[in-house]
């Protein structure tokens, strides 16, 4: 079965220090990745995807994503983090399968990302 | 486009009582999720339709739980009747359902069950 797995649950940084937050996943078929961010009392909102081409995946608010096949990693980062960053950060697969993709998405946990200034 | 409608924003109800929620989905898209968001659960999916048609719903607790989608346009979520526990932020989500895109989120119903 498909599973993603977003180890930390909190990732503290310094405002202007790069961040990264990890996410490892688990699929039969061709993974389809997904990165969302949850601000408080709001929905979820796209960041970025990987589907297939370049394993740099660049998305949103100068988010990026690289996708490691060998590691089953998408793990996100940016180079510089800024205080309004801080948010919920939630990594998703989709089981590209062998009969193609279905629309369901499995997240992970949650990653709390908070900015220090 | 307004996005992802979603209402009421919040619901304040007592046990026993039946709680319907409304989502109106982007037009033009043909996928519809209803996720549950709880500090104990983390997200979880209900159930979702394609063309208004339901494909899984594994993820409705019970039968308590009941989702329909009378259109392309339209989707309610309805307990009944409710208990303490229901209580959570309930999201809907739509998609254009090519199986490669990403899904557009409403702002939420946080519900409580008094």
């Known amino acids: 079965a498909q599973s993603v797995a977003q180890p930390e649950d909190q990732v503290n940084v310094a405002e202007g220090n790069p961040l990264t937050v990890k996410c490892t996943y688990s699929v039969s078929g061709n993974p389809y990745l997904f990165w969302y961010v949850q601000y408080p009392n709001r929905g979820l909102q796209f960041l970025l995807k990987y589907i297939t081409g370049d394993n740099l995946v660049k998305g949103s608010y100068g988010f990026e994503a690289e996708f490691n096949k060998s590691q089953t990693s998408f793990h996100l980062k940016k180079p510089s983090a800024l205080v309004s960053d801080s948010a919920l950060y939630f990594c998703a697969v989709r089981d590209g399968g062998y009969g193609g993709a279905t629309n369901k998405l499995i997240f992970g946990t949650g990653t709390l990302l908070a900015v220090q200034p | 486009d307004a996005g992802v409608i979603q209402s009421p924003r919040h619901e304040v109800t007592e046990m026993g009582q039946e709680v319907t929620l409304r989502c109106k989905p982007i037009s033009g898209h043909n996928s519809l999720f209803w996720y549950r968001q709880t500090m104990m659960r983390g997200l979880e999916l209900l159930i979702y339709?394609?063309?208004?048609?339901?494909?899984?719903d594994s993820g409705m607790p019970e039968d308590r739980f009941s989702a329909k989608m009378p259109n392309a346009s339209f989707s309610t979520l309805k307990i009944q009747p409710s208990e303490p526990r229901d209580s959570a932020v309930y999201f809907c989500?739509?998609?254009?359902?090519?199986?490669?895109?990403?899904?557009?989120f409403g702002p939420g119903t946080r519900l409580t069950v008094l």
């Open positions: 339709f394609n063309n208004n048609v339901p494909i899984d």
């Open positions: 989500a739509s998609s254009l359902g090519t199986g490669l895109d990403e899904q557009f």
